[in-house]
Nanobody, 125 residues
Framework: VSLVESGGGSVQSGGSLRLSCAPR????????MGWFREGPKKGRVAVAT???????TYIEAVKGRFTISQDYSNNTLYLQMNSLKPEDTARYYC????????????????????WGQGTQVTVSS
């Protein structure tokens, strides 16, 4: 299984970016997908998750601004990020887990066994 992220970059506060993740060797069906981020001097934390039924969870800090989605036709996971803030600056990671019993942001990093290399998002004020 490999996860390849793309779509990071530098934007000004209030701007938008869309991250993509293409899981190879792991279909969406029955599995849990998530986006995490790791900021300067901070640990890796969950941002959003989605299960194969389309059930999504988000951390409070991004609710109403970020949207996680998955496209079954091309097996791609997305994170649409709007109204970006400087505090959103971080390296963003795609994560996946097979048959995860709890597909929620509260499950944390320990619940995910597959990780991408990450893509950097920088938001300037």
């Amino acid at each position: 299984v490999s996860l390849v992220e793309s779509g990071g970059g530098s934007v000004q506060s209030g701007g938008s970016l869309r991250l993509s993740c293409a899981p190879r060797g792991l279909p969406f069906t029955g599995n849990c997908m998530g986006w995490f981020r790791e900021g300067p001097k901070k640990g890796r934390v969950a941002v959003a998750t989605i299960d194969s039924d389309g059930y999504t969870t988000y951390i409070e800090a991004v609710k109403g601004r970020f949207t996680i989605s998955q496209d079954y036709s091309n097996n791609t996971l997305y994170l649409q990020m709007n109204s970006l803030k400087p505090e959103d600056t971080a390296r963003y990671y795609c994560a996946a887990e097979e048959l995860a019993p709890r597909c929620m942001v509260s499950a944390g990093t320990a619940a995910f066994g597959y990780w991408g290399q990450g893509t950097q998002v920088t938001v300037s004020s």
